[in-house]
């Protein structure tokens, strides 16, 4: 029976950089979920995508996603889809979402995700919206949402549904059918179109080679299991941390050096590791790691672009690039050789996607973890580290001492080196993070960045400010996905020559007086008493 229950419009419901990010406390506030679903299928409606369709669900497997679904599926029969698919046990990670949304041509899906942030009745939950084309809804249509959560009386659901989405199979309720799915299937099978899997099937095989994959008890999981370890044959006791944890075994599931601490000591250590990479919650981060290196996510974009020929999917050459203004010029020295167009668009998937479907971007990245291809619309962890496992594997081909720092190193040699460093200051209350902006935009020679898609002309404003610093620049911006207070990012950046005799030097060193400078400009550590920031990478 579908019932009409009242409910109280909630005020903060509004999306920031990846979706609606909140405390777990916040989320289980009466309705609060429930609201935020029927004003995104008020938004549907709204906006002409209605309901004659599937809509595609799932998360990382975080603490509350069984009971959205639960809503989702209530409230979806209510409004009458026609199908709704559910990744079994809820799960579904962000990419493998964005390659079910396109493959099944549906009206579009719901990820549950916070991310990176942590897990758990204390951690973060989340709800995003991605349309038909498998990408982060843009912010024309979210305003749409919020302005409905803003003015929402009431809620329809069909209260009697009841799916039980750990077993595979298709339930009818109403006009509606649930079909619980496999989450791994359609993107085991894409990942296989695009890389070259018997050459990566024969790294596995070399004597000596060691890769270490750390799903962080996020979602990636099953994921790792099935195309590591069933289909390309690497051993599957260093697929590490591949059960999903609804609080992810307490940790920030963050794929990077201060999170990933595990992965990097065993790395630092003389382990004779090959290759290692973790993911973050829901699958769409990635570290990349080589023996006793580190590869920043703005040379892996970088790298990747420029060994794009040993990829079977870019066969055809690439139509462009894009990286996130924060993220290194790297890249952009790739597309000059190559010559490619690129953009430096403003932080989030969301500024990509327009230009994929344009058709003006092949491969993209942010500093933050965040790498993919137009293969869908959204970051992709496991590509990320499929495509290194693929570049290796034909480099070996002729050169069998290749690794991933000689790969790294010889791309500096021949291109120049952004030498690159971030600083996070998390958890700073609100006011302490507007001074600090305040004081950045004062700084000599400071820039508000600000965007023109050149692809529909819309405009994003005050996306960070840049200032330039000793040849280089730092940028300092505050963070959209924090689920309370404000995070305040430190970016910065120096080219350095590549007949430099510090080329090879460590990013902290070559970086240390303008970390003084940077810092002294923003006020850092007076305005907010940290003398170090919480996480460096
Ligand atoms: C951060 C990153 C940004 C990324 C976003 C979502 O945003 O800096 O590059 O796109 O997270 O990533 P912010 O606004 O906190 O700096 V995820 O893995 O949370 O979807
Ligand atoms: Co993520």
């Not at 799960?91 to 990176?116: E, F, N, W, Y």
Request: aromatic fraction near 8%; glycine fraction near 10%; include cysteine.
């Amino acid at each position: 029976m579908i019932e009409t229950l009242a409910t109280k419009a909630y005020l903060d419901q509004k999306t920031g950089t990846s979706g609606l990010r909140k405390k777990t406390s916040v989320f289980m506030q009466e309705n609060y979920m429930a609201n935020w679903i029927e004003s995104l299928f008020s938004a549907m409606k709204e906006n002409g995508i209605g309901f004659d369709g599937t809509l595609v669900v799932g998360g990382d497997g975080r603490y509350g996603n069984e009971l959205a679904i639960d809503l989702i599926i209530k409230i979806g029969v209510a409004r009458g889809f026609k199908r709704i698919l559910v990744g079994q046990h809820g799960l579904m990670s962000t990419p493998a979402l964005s390659a079910v949304v396109r493959d099944q041509k549906a009206l579009g899906g719901i990820i549950l995700t916070a991310s990176h942030n942590p897990g758990g009745k204390n951690g973060d939950m989340g709800m995003k919206f991605n349309p038909t084309n498998g990408g982060p809804a843009p912010e024309s249509f979210t305003d749409i949402i919020y302005k409905h959560t803003t003015q929402i009386t009431e809620i329809s659901m069909e209260t009697s549904a009841r799916v039980d989405i750990h077993v595979l199979g298709t339930t009818t309720i109403g006009s509606t059918v649930v079909e619980v799915t496999d989450p791994t299937a359609t993107y085991a099978e894409l990942m296989q179109t695009i890389f070259d899997f018997d050459a990566i099937r024969a790294l596995a095989k070399t004597a000596g080679f060691k890769f270490f994959f750390d799903g962080m008890h996020g979602v990636t999981g099953p994921y790792a299991q099935r195309i590591f370890g069933e289909i390309l044959g690497f051993p599957s006791s260093f697929l590490l941390r591949c059960d999903p944890k609804p609080d992810f075994g307490g940790l920030h599931p963050d794929p990077n050096l201060t999170y990933a601490k595990d992965l990097v000591e065993l790395c630092y250590a003389d382990n004779k590791v090959t290759v290692a990479a973790a993911s973050d919650g829901d699958g769409d981060r990635n570290m990349i790691l080589g023996d006793n290196f580190f590869v920043t996510p703005s040379d892996s974009v970088a790298v990747i672009a420029d060994k794009h020929q040993a990829i079977p999917y870019f066969k055809n050459g690439l139509k462009g690039v894009a990286r996130s203004m924060p993220t290194s010029a790297a890249l952009d020295v790739v597309a000059k050789k190559l010559n490619l167009e690129v953009n430096s668009t403003p932080t989030g998937w969301k500024f990509f996607t327009n230009l994929m479907d344009a058709d003006r971007c092949s491969i993209c990245g942010e500093e933050s973890f965040g790498t993919s291809s137009d293969h869908i619309r959204e970051k992709d962890g496991l590509w990320a580290v499929l495509a290194w496992l693929n570049i290796i594997a034909v480099a070996r081909q002729t050169d069998p001492t290749v690794t991933v720092q000689t790969i790294v190193e010889s791309f500096w040699r021949e291109n120049g080196r952004n030498a690159y460093q971030r600083l996070d200051y998390e958890a700073l209350t609100t006011e302490q993070g507007k001074a600090v902006m305040d004081a950045a935009a004062a700084a000599e020679g400071a820039v508000d960045f600000r965007y023109v898609d050149p692809v529909d002309g819309s405009v994003a404003e005050h996306q960070g400010i840049i200032v330039p610093c000793d040849g280089g620049r730092f940028v300092v911006r505050t963070s959209g996905t924090g689920s309370s207070g404000a995070t305040v990012r430190v970016y910065i950046e120096k080219e350095v020559a590549k007949d430099d005799a510090d080329l090879l030097k460590p990013a902290s060193e070559l970086l240390a007086g303008m970390e003084a400078t940077a810092l002294a400009a923003t006020k850092l550590v007076e305005l907010t008493g940290r003398a170090e920031p919480t996480v460096r990478t």
